[in-house]
């Protein structure tokens, strides 16, 4: 049965690094997780307290996302980018997945640029022994 509520335009890269969040760059930063990223928006998941964001809240993320080059390596660029939460779900009583748009897009297509051509041929050689 195909599935017909996948409202997403891009492929997201997900990855598992540290990402640091405020509502406010100049006073205490948080950290989560970084679950996915899309050059529109970021999922991460951080600890249910006091900090954690809400739906409709601002807020500023600092992260670090892998671009892979056409030779089989990565660079890492960092990113500081501002956004909406556009939603906030309970994973269990200690930890919250957030969702968030980003005001001003990435400068690439994280998800797609990690499954390029040179990826699906990385995958298809044969293993030398």
């Given amino acids: 049965m195909e599935n017909t509520s996948e409202r997403r335009r891009e492929q997201r890269l997900r990855y598992h690094w540290p990402v640091w969040f405020a509502e406010d760059f100049a006073g205490l930063l948080s950290q989560?997780?970084?679950?996915?990223v899309c050059s529109?928006?970021?999922?991460f998941t951080c600890y249910a307290e006091k900090g954690c964001p809400y739906p409709g809240q601002n807020i500023t993320?600092?992260?670090?996302?892998?671009?892979?080059?056409?030779?089989?390596?990565?660079?890492i660029s960092d990113f500081v980018r501002s956004g909406q939460v556009c939603r906030v779900e309970h994973i269990?009583?200690?930890?919250?997945?957030v969702a968030i748009k980003f005001f001003?897009?990435?400068?690439?297509?994280?998800?797609?640029?990690?499954?390029?051509?040179?990826?699906?041929?990385?995958v298809l050689e044969p293993a030398m022994a």
Avoid: C, I
């Fill in 32 to 36: 989560g997780q970084m679950v996915d």
């Fill in 40 to 43: 529109g928006g970021a999922a």
């Fill in 61 to 75: 993320t600092r992260f670090s996302v892998p671009y892979y080059r056409a030779n089989e390596s990565f660079d």
């Fill in 92 to 97: 269990h009583s200690g930890l919250r997945r």
């Fill in 104 to 122: 001003d897009p990435l400068p690439f297509k994280p998800g797609e640029l990690a499954n390029s051509q040179s990826n699906e041929e990385e």
